[in-house]
């Protein structure tokens, strides 16, 4: 059996998930900032781990199946969606790919939801963020969990994620076992930091649309509380600005998830994952005002400490290396991807684009 390892890199944490037959043998969690500062400890867990057979590594908006060791500067570039000294997102991301592609570990970057197959072409229109690489990782390890829970068949799960995550919050769609629609974060819900889908008429105001903004104006902002404020600090709103905070959080990811519920159709369940999913009183807001559509059930993976994403790389990892797990990487077609990020853009010229992110 293969022994692998599912990187997932969040706003707050990057976490290491490893697996062998069934068993984990990483559960590891750090602070983001720290293991972008210090690549090489990062990078000393991976090798003090033991051989892998592959590593699912830390991939950003996504690329069709890629060798780390193979990746372009190019590729880099689309995948993380910011030209050479952009201030804002996750800095630091790109050089801790380019030192696991020089570690000599086998690591591939994976898809986003943009690139699958399984999402028809007319629903990518003018999309980018449809999920990020680490999103679809999340909804295999949502629908491998279902399969399992309900003893059915891959190509039988039907549900809408709603992925609830210290910065952003995305809602994936998944029906006959394959992801079909999606809205990622920076282009969906109301996030805890991240504002989401920006109304065109506020870009406009803004004059100009930097990273670093497509990080800002989210729940926190609302409340009026500074980034020490941590997300579960939504679960008791105390002055005016705090209730409307966490009502337009909690209403913003269930009208996103009601409506990609008809790209399904009719849904088995709501699935709730993230670090607020386990906030009860959201969890339980959430839940109330979705149950007139179906059930709503809380993700629950098989690791102790890694979050849901590093769990579903590590998934994913094991099925591209022929483990147990390849028939939900077959059904989900993830070896199928193709395409770029910037394939189905009409309202910014793909060469602007391209312009934007330096690329010739």
């Known amino acids: 059996m293969p022994r692998v390892i599912g990187i997932d890199p969040g706003t707050v944490s990057i976490d290491l998930c490893g697996l062998e037959d069934g068993t984990v043998f990483l559960d590891r969690s750090f602070p983001t900032a720290a293991a972008l500062s210090d690549p090489g400890a990062f990078l000393a867990v991976l090798t003090d781990a033991g051989p892998t057979d592959l590593i699912a590594g830390p991939s950003g908006y996504g690329l069709p199946l890629t060798r780390a060791q193979e990746a372009t500067e190019e590729d880099l570039r689309l995948a993380f969606l910011a030209a050479e000294g952009e201030v804002g997102g996750i800095g630091g991301l790109r050089a801790l790919v380019r030192a696991l592609a020089r570690s000599g570990l086998p690591v591939v970057l994976t898809p986003g939801v943009i690139h699958l197959t399984s999402v028809p072409e007319h629903r990518k229109i003018n999309r980018v963020d449809m999920g990020t690489a680490d999103k679809v990782c999340v909804a295999a390890l949502a629908i491998a969990a279902q399969a399992e829970r309900s003893s059915r068949p891959l190509d039988k799960v039907s ?202």
């Open 159 to 360: 549900l809408v994620l709603l992925e609830l995550g210290g910065a952003f919050t995305a809602a994936i769609a998944v029906a006959g076992g394959k992801i079909v629609d999606g809205a990622g974060g920076s282009a969906g819900p109301l996030g805890f930091r991240a504002a989401g889908a920006l109304d065109g008429e506020v870009a406009y105001l803004a004059g100009a649309v930097p990273k670093a903004m497509l990080f800002t104006g989210g729940a926190a902002s609302v409340a009026g509380w500074d980034a020490a404020v941590a997300p579960e600090r939504l679960a008791r709103p105390a002055a005016p600005r705090e209730h409307v905070a966490k009502d337009a959080f909690v209403e913003s990811a269930v009208k996103f998830a009601t409506a990609l519920a008809l790209s399904v159709p009719s849904p088995q369940e709501f699935v709730l994952s993230g670090r607020l999913a386990h906030v009860e009183v959201v969890q339980h807001a959430i839940r109330e005002r979705l149950a007139p559509f179906a059930p709503t059930h809380l993700l629950q993976g098989f690791a102790r400490v890694a979050k849901e994403g590093a769990q579903g790389a590590a998934l994913v990892a094991d099925g591209l290396a022929g483990g147990r797990h390849r028939q939900l990487v077959e059904t989900m077609a993830i070896r199928a991807a193709r395409g770029t990020v910037l394939d189905h853009l009409y309202v910014v010229p793909r060469d602007a684009a391209r312009r934007r992110l330096g690329l010739g």
